[in-house]
């Protein structure tokens, strides 16, 4: 199954000293099984745009992320699943941040297995297949 980066598996690969065992896993990855949804794109790019190394970040953004992934859209199909996900759990007193919905729904449309270190929000969401290995390799 392929995979979709959440923010901060994509940030985790950025880092001065990423987790050797996460970029190790991520080394072994076909280019064609790596996705990000657009959500992730905007949050990395509102996190640059107000960061006092602006560019370093753009940079990083637009020379290693962006060649490095296929970028999903948040369309209207995604965006129907996001509604229903937001519903059902606000029903239950659940409630996700609007951006780990949006995030969710572009795994669960594209069928797509979900790499995260946050385990405990996304693990509500019914049918999404959450990868732990960011997880794991930062517990060692």
């Not at 980066?5 to 099984?33: C, H, M, N, Q, Y």
């Not at 290693?64 to 937001?86: K, Q, W």
């Not at 969401?125 to 060692?140: A, F, K, M, Q």
Request: glycine content about 4%.
């Amino acid at each position: 199954m392929p995979f979709l980066f959440d923010t901060d598996a994509i940030s985790e690969a950025l880092r001065k000293r990423p987790s050797a065992g996460f970029v190790a896993w991520l080394s072994r990855l076909p280019r064609a099984e790596q996705f990000a949804s657009a959500v992730s794109i905007g949050e990395m790019y509102r996190w640059a745009f107000r960061s006092p190394d602006r560019d370093r970040h753009l940079r990083n953004i637009e020379e290693r992320v962006l060649p490095a992934l296929t970028v999903l859209p948040f369309d209207t199909s995604v965006a129907r699943i996001y509604g229903e996900l937001h519903a059902a759990l606000s029903a239950v007193g659940r409630p996700l941040a609007d951006a780990d919905l949006q995030i969710a729904a572009t795994a669960l449309r594209f069928d797509l297995e979900l790499v995260t270190g946050n385990l405990r929000h996304f693990s509500r969401i019914p049918g999404l297949v959450v990868n732990d290995v960011l997880s794991r390799s930062r517990e060692r």
